[in-house]
């Protein structure tokens, strides 16, 4: 199980919507809580389930549903990918219907490797949607290792996932 340890003093001041100044550790287990379905779960440091997430299809899904501990639907994710580039799109679930009139609530990128080699680096957009104000993250990680670093817009280490 991977550990995720946030830097909360690092925080960037203009994504407080998206922020806790509570320092905590999260736990990810790769399993579903559901049978034959492809998630999986992430508990507090109290041992409490915080989010799920599954796909209830295939492995091969182009979408997978972030819930909270209930297991009521918080955001659709879905997959895209265009020739060599991947990307997620999220949409915020709002009485049981995913909001995509709104347009997509965050964006993750992924950059191009080439021949496969080096670091994975993904670019988030928190606050695609326009109502709220614009955030960006980026995370770096090496293939094969399991510790990943997220770092704000100015660069600074704001989690790392061990």
Not at 32 to 49: A, M, P, Q, R
Not at 122 to 131: A, F, R, Y
Not at 133 to 161: F, W
Request: aromatic share 10%; hydrophobic share 35%.
């Amino acid at each position: 199980m991977a550990k995720i340890h946030p830097k909360t003093s690092m925080i960037d001041s203009s994504c407080h919507e998206y922020s806790s100044s509570e320092r905590e550790v999260f736990t990810v287990w790769m399993k579903s809580l559901v049978i034959s379905s492809n998630g999986c779960t992430v508990f507090n440091s109290k041992g409490d389930i915080v989010f799920r997430v599954d796909n209830y299809q295939t492995r091969r899904s182009t979408e997978i549903l972030l819930m909270d501990y209930n297991g009521q639907v918080l955001f659709s994710i879905k997959r895209k990918k265009l020739l060599i580039f991947r990307s997620w799109e999220g949409y915020k679930c709002v009485n049981s219907k995913f909001d995509e009139e709104e347009g997509e609530w965050f964006k993750v990128k992924r950059e191009c490797r080439i021949a496969g080699r080096g670091m994975i680096t993904c670019h988030v957009i928190l606050g695609c949607n326009k109502t709220i104000g614009n955030c960006s993250y980026k995370i770096v990680g090496l293939p094969g290792k399991q510790t990943v670093k997220i770092t704000d817009r100015a660069g600074r280490v704001i989690a790392e996932v061990s």
